[in-house]
């Protein structure tokens, strides 16, 4: 028998040539709800300032299956013991975890479905798998729920240092072009032992680890919190706003697509059960599903959604101003006024209400390392455990513990502040 055969070979530019047997695991990659990912953006609305940031939710949630394969690998030649059952579960739950993503990644994730985060959808997306594949995912949903007795499975999954923050820190990095984001994953993965049930990393790893903490802060700088990004999301949260606010006020509005037009019109929270029918709906969804929208929406009767869907599409987007403390009202108010004066010298409607839709006002918030009840583990010479940030040598990282919270405005670039 061939055994090549076996295999499927996926060639990754971040991680190399990937290797996945052939079984349960494949036949998940190849669902169409796996599938799906391939059409939702990584970064969201972050190619619009990083040109080279089109890669999928696809291939990282394959670049983090790739890095469990080695964890796992490496935690057996280190006598830990993992059945090839939990293996296959730590697997599966690692490639699901963002199964649950909506189009355009984090940017929509609450407009969609008020109060519901992405997690939770992806739980909701394993148990149908599971039920499809008549119980095989039973050990992958109790790992990535932390209701198995192995809890340092779950650490790989959602922790500190888990495989989803090692992949997206360096995939990101890599088709950013943003150097500070890399991180010496590998040394990592080599470091890690289980003690006491949770997974620590040996001393030899330190400055790696430290390494990837800076890198968090960075990319969270120079590429997540970035002010472009961010006022992209402001620009398309302002759109679909503007559009439930037209569905309210019984303005026909085109979509071109039946399983958005099911979300504008239904408007589903966390107060209302997910039902199988909204789990289909949510899985017929991907980036597409927006751009079609903004493309009839630009066509729109109702000038002001048109204009911002023709800003987007055009990217001709708002400006964000930081500011060192929250804006007070006076601020608002001003900016407020003078969004008025900006719109009705551009023939656009210019009343209270409609000038909302032209500013923002948001914190971002960002936090390298949160030693609190998610602490990241170092082994010293004694075999002994130690707080990262207490570890030789690092305590200058309980500097990066601390969150930084920066408030911003967004609003019309004709209006200095």
């Not at 996926?10 to 998940?28: A, R, Y």
């Not at 961010?230 to 398309?236: K, Q, W």
Request: hydrophobic fraction near 40%; charged fraction near 30%.
């Amino acid at each position: 028998m061939d055994k090549s055969r076996q295999y499927k070979i996926f060639s990754d530019p971040v991680h190399g040539f990937i290797t996945i047997p052939k079984g349960i695991i494949l036949k998940l990659i190849d669902h169409p709800y796996i599938q799906r990912l391939r059409r939702i953006r990584q970064l969201g609305l972050g190619y619009l300032v990083f040109p080279a940031a089109e890669h999928s939710r696809f291939s990282h949630a394959i670049g983090a299956l790739e890095l469990g394969q080695r964890v796992l690998k490496n935690l057996r030649e280190k006598d830990t013991t993992i059945s090839d059952a939990e293996v296959t579960g730590t697997l599966i739950a690692i490639l699901l975890h963002d199964s649950g993503h909506g189009p355009l990644s984090h940017t929509l994730e609450h407009t969609l479905i008020e109060g519901v985060n992405h997690e939770i959808l992806s739980l909701k997306i394993m148990e149908q798998l599971n039920r499809e594949y008549d119980g095989e995912l039973s050990t992958a949903i109790e790992i990535f729920q932390d209701r198995y007795p192995k809890k340092f499975l779950h650490q790989l999954i959602s922790s500190q240092l888990d495989m989803d923050r090692l992949d997206y820190l360096k995939r990101d990095s890599f088709f950013t072009g943003v150097s500070e984001g890399s991180v010496g994953i590998n040394r990592i993965l080599k470091t890690m032992r289980v003690l006491n049930g949770n997974i620590v990393i040996e001393k030899k790893g330190i400055y790696a680890v430290e390494n990837y903490i800076l890198s968090r802060r960075l990319m969270y700088m120079q590429v997540y919190l970035h002010k472009t990004v961010l006022s992209a999301d402001t620009l398309i949260r302002k759109i679909f706003s503007r559009v439930k606010f037209l569905l309210d006020s019984g303005f026909p509005v085109i979509t071109g697509s039946d399983s958005m037009e099911y979300f504008l019109l239904n408007k589903p929270t966390s107060k209302k059960q997910i039902t199988e029918n909204m789990i289909e709906h949510y899985m017929a969804l991907d980036d597409h599903d927006v751009f079609i929208c903004l493309k009839n929406w630009c066509k729109s009767d109702d000038k002001v959604l048109a204009d911002l869907a023709n800003r987007f599409l055009n990217r001709n987007l708002f400006r964000t101003t930081f500011s060192d403390r929250k804006l007070r009202q006076a601020k608002l108010d001003e900016v407020h006024s003078r969004t008025k004066e900006c719109l009705k010298k551009t023939g656009l409607p210019h009343d209270d209400h409609s000038a909302q839709f032209y500013y923002d006002v948001d914190e971002s918030f960002s936090e390298a390392y949160k030693y609190e009840n998610e602490s990241i583990w170092i082994l010293d010479e004694r075999n002994k455990a130690i707080e990262f940030s207490k570890a030789a040598d690092t305590r200058h990282i309980i500097a990066l513990t601390k969150p930084v919270v920066k408030p911003y405005l967004v609003h019309l670039k004709e209006i200095e502040l």
